[in-house]
C-alpha cells in the first residue's frame, strides 16, 4: 500500500465550501498514470491536478476526472498554482508558462490585499462547431422544456481547450429547475459524444455578474455537475463577444458566476481581446485551501 497526501482546494472562491473542489498532489513525478487515476477515482471531485516536471515551460500539469485524463481545466490549474504559490514552491515567480494537453499557457500571479494574490491564466484560442441534434431532447435531457432554450442565439460546441456544449436559456428560474441526465448525452451530442452541457443566461442573481450558468458533465467523467468552470467560462466570454456584444471595440471583462443551484457559488473573472480572426482569452481567479488527507494506492 502505497499513502499519497491529496489537498482539497476550493477554486473560484475565498470561502471553504464554496467555489469548485479540486484535488492537489505534488508529488507528481512520483506516480504512474495509472496511479494518478486510480488517486483521482478515489478522490472524488471533478478534477484532480498532478505538477510534474516539464522540458518545454515551467511545469506540466496532469488533469483526471474520476473517470479519465483531461486536456486542461481551469479551475484545478488554479487550485495546483495557488498551492505551489502559497507553499513557497514557486518562489518570488509573478509568471510561468504551464504545459498542458492543450497546449503551453502562460500564467500570471497579481498581488493583492493582505498577502493574497488572484492567478490570470491564458486558455487556448476558442473554437466553435455546430450542433445538429435536437433541441427537443437536450432541453429534456436537462430537465427543460425547448422553450426555455433562447431561439434567437445559436447552440453551440465551444473549446478553449476542453469541448462543452453552450446552451443558452431565457431566464434564470429555468436554472433551478434543471435536473440533468447525463447518460443521456452522448446520444444527443452525436458530433462530439464526450463533450459536456453548459446552459448559461444572461440573467444573474449577483448585480456585478454578466452571465450565469451551470455545467453537467459528460457521463465518461464520473461526476455530474461542476460547481464552477473555468475553461467552460473562458470560452462562454468569446461566446459572448462573437453571438451577443459584437459591437466591442478592443477587449471586454466579463464576471461569470456559477454554482448558486448546489450552494457552491463562485466567480470568474473573464478577459476578452481581439486577435485578426480570433480571441485571446484568459481567466483570473483564485482559491483557498480546505484540508488535505491521504489516499492508499492498492
Known amino acids: ?16 465550501g464554496k467555489g469548485n473542489p479540486a484535488g492537489v498532489v505534488l508529488n507528481g513525478d512520483e506516480l504512474s ?6 488517486i483521482a477515482f478515489k478522490v472524488g471531485f471533478n478534477e484532480t491536478a498532478f505538477p510534474v516536471k516539464s522540458d518545454i515551460a515551467d511545469l506540466k500539469i496532469r488533469f483526471f476526472t474520476p473517470g479519465h485524463e483531461m486536456n486542461l481545466c481551469g479551475h484545478a490549474t488554479m487550485a495546483t498554482v495557488y498551492a505551489l504559490k502559497s507553499k513557497g514552491l514557486l518562489g518570488d515567480k509573478t509568471s510561468l508558462t504551464i504545459e498542458t494537453k492543450a497546449g503551453i499557457l502562460p500564467v500570471i500571479l497579481h498581488s493583492t490585499e493582505k498577502d493574497e494574490f488572484l ?14 441534434g435536437s433541441k427537443q431532447e437536450l432541453a429534456k435531457a436537462i430537465g427543460l422544456d425547448e422553450s426555455d432554450l433562447h431561439d434567437e442565439l445559436p447552440v453551440l460546441y465551444g473549446s478553449t481547450g476542453t469541448w462543452t456544449l453552450l446552451v443558452p436559456i431565457i431566464e434564470l428560474k429555468a436554472f433551478k429547475e434543471m435536473k440533468p441526465n447525463n447518460k443521456e448525452f452522448p446520444a444527443i451530442l452525436k458530433e462530439m459524444p464526450k463533450a459536456s452541457v453548459h446552459p448559461f443566461c444572461m440573467d444573474t442573481y449577483d448585480i456585478h455578474a454578466d452571465m450565469h450558468a451551470r455545467h453537467f458533465s459528460s457521463p465518461y467523467s464520473g461526476t455530474i455537475e461542476d460547481a464552477v468552470t473555468g475553461t467552460a467560462s473562458g470560452v462562454m466570454g468569446a461566446y459572448y463577444a462573437k453571438y451577443i456584444d459584437t459591437n466591442f471595440q478592443e477587449s471586454l471583462e466579463l464576471l461569470i458566476e456559477q454554482g448558486h443551484e448546489i450552494n457552491k457559488d463562485g466567480r470568474v473573472i473573464v478577459h476578452v481581446s481581439k486577435q ?10 483564485s482559491a483557498v485551501l480546505v484540508e488535505d488527507f491521504q489516499v492508499l494506492l492498492e
Request: proline share 7%; charged share 30%; no cysteine.
Open 1 to 16: 500500500m502505497k499513502s499519497i497526501k491529496v489537498y482539497h482546494y476550493d477554486a473560484f472562491s475565498k470561502k471553504p
Open 33 to 38: 498514470a495509472e496511479e494518478m487515476q486510480e
Open 119 to 132: 492567478i490570470t491564466m491564458k486558455q487556448a484560442p476558442p473554437t466553435f462547431k455546430a450542433f445538429n
Open 276 to 285: 485578426k480572426n480570433s480571441f485571446d482569452i484568459e481567466i483570473t481567479g
